[in-house]
């Protein structure tokens, strides 16, 4: 009898386990439209007084509201995002965080079309004698999981690892790494805004013809259906163009 009922017990925590993980695969128990993203990633997310606001912030809004939902963001771990643990397990519903689309992402996540492309540059101290990012012994910094680790690793070069690009930034000003490569809007706005041009200066553009996409797990064509049709409505009534001059400016000249 004891074996029956811990059996009987065990299947209804089972059951309840199952129908909990359901609820939260299928979105935020509160109703709202859960986003992953990976803060900080000027100007595409990043924290402004506690809350999480940037670009791809504001086409996910859009996206919520087609949806008639309230947004909530998190910030995960960018692996989590680009090896899609994150939709899997029920974190988020759907995921924007400069995420280029490749082959091997694409095995992992369902993308939406492209909404912004991009290119990689590579950023040294001011004082740097690089003329040219070859060579096994220079030390780059790269964020994990980024096609930019994935670039430098096909290079040759030494790679250091940081979890965001604040880190990374902080690696290359305290001489830990020798260049960093990063996206090229994020490092004009850390040249601009941030105004490290005295400190920094931007060694070389590598055109690489990446495309941004906002990912969704494998298999939900319906949100996924929603996702585009927001992004091709906001292209036509110039809402994607206000956005992007807001948070981008002059910053995506070249893209």
Same mark, same amino acid.
């Given at each position: ?9 065990? =299947? ?96 992992? =996540?369902?993308?939406? *079309? ?42 040759? /070069? *030494? ?20 260049? /960093? ?9 850390? /040249?601009?805004?941030?105004? =490290? ?7 070389e553009s590598l055109e690489t013809g990446e495309e941004y996409g906002i990912a969704v797990r494998k298999g939900n064509t319906e949100l996924l259906r929603t996702v585009n049709t927001v992004l091709e ?5 110039? *809402? ?7 948070? =981008? ?7």
């Amino acid at each position: 009898m004891r074996r029956r009922a811990l059996i009987s017990a065990g =299947l209804a925590l089972l059951a309840l386990a199952a129908c909990g993980t359901e609820r939260v695969r299928h979105g935020d128990p509160s109703g709202a439209l859960t986003m992953c993203t990976n803060t900080p990633y000027e100007p595409f997310e990043f924290e402004q007084e506690g809350v999480i606001v940037g670009f791809d912030v504001d086409l996910v809004t859009l996206v919520a509201q087609e949806l008639r939902r309230p947004l909530n963001v998190v910030s995960v771990d960018f692996d989590a995002i680009q090896n899609g643990s994150a939709l899997d397990d029920g974190t988020c519903e759907l995921a924007a965080a400069g995420i280029t689309i490749t082959a091997e992402r694409e095995k992992n =996540l369902d993308f939406s *079309t492209p909404y912004f492309e991009a290119s990689q540059a590579v950023l040294v101290r001011r004082d740097s004698k690089l003329k040219k990012l070859t060579g096994a012994k220079i030390k780059v910094g790269v964020q994990t999981g980024t096609t930019g680790a994935d670039y430098a690793r096909e290079k040759g /070069l *030494t790679v250091v690892e940081y979890d965001d690009s604040l880190q990374q930034l902080i690696g290359l000003q305290a001489g830990h790494v020798d260049a /960093l490569i990063q996206d090229r809007p994020v490092i004009a706005l850390w /040249l601009t805004k941030l105004k =490290l041009g005295k400190e920094l200066k931007l060694l070389e553009s590598l055109e690489t013809g990446e495309e941004y996409g906002i990912a969704v797990r494998k298999g939900n064509t319906e949100l996924l259906r929603t996702v585009n049709t927001v992004l091709e409505r906001a292209r036509k009534d110039g *809402t994607y163009e206000r956005l992007r001059d807001r948070w =981008l400016g002059n910053l995506s000249n070249g893209q």
